[in-house]
């Protein structure tokens, strides 16, 4: 059972930056497609990106190019999200999520597997 668990949120001032990470395990994510995104209070979750664990395929939300960055270690079978230039807006609950997609570029296909969240608050 793939099992998806975040770390590395917290509370940043505006401007700053947090990298959060997810370990993944129970896989063989060649093929894999890995994604991050947010919920905040009262709205719907939201994507905002996604690489494929096999390849240089990476995809963003428009509200985040530019200013974060997806990646992954292959050896320790983890997934990042480097944030900068953070704003209050992109406060939120911040979920990891992981889709057996055979390679297929699908970045914002389904996607059958998720961490619990990790909180990013950001203060202006």
């Known amino acids: 059972q793939v099992q998806l668990v975040e770390s590395g949120g917290g509370l940043v001032q505006a401007g700053g930056s947090l990298r959060l990470s997810c370990a993944a395990s129970?896989?063989?994510?060649?093929?894999?497609?890995m994604g991050w995104f947010r919920q905040a209070p009262g709205k719907e979750r939201q994507f905002v990106a996604a690489?494929?664990?096999?390849?240089?395929?990476?995809y963003y939300e428009d509200s985040v190019k530019g200013r974060f960055t997806i990646s992954r270690d292959n050896a320790k079978n983890t997934v990042y999200l480097q944030m900068n230039s953070l704003k209050p807006e992109d406060t939120a609950v911040y979920y990891c999520?992981?889709?057996?997609?055979?390679?297929?570029?699908?970045?914002?296909?389904?996607?059958?597997?998720w961490g619990q969240g990790t909180q990013v608050t950001v203060s202006s």
């Open positions: 999520a992981a889709a057996n997609s055979g390679g297929f570029w699908v970045p914002k296909g389904r996607y059958d597997y």
């Open positions: 129970g896989g063989t994510f060649r093929g894999y497609r």
């Open positions: 690489l494929l664990w096999s390849g240089d395929s990476t």
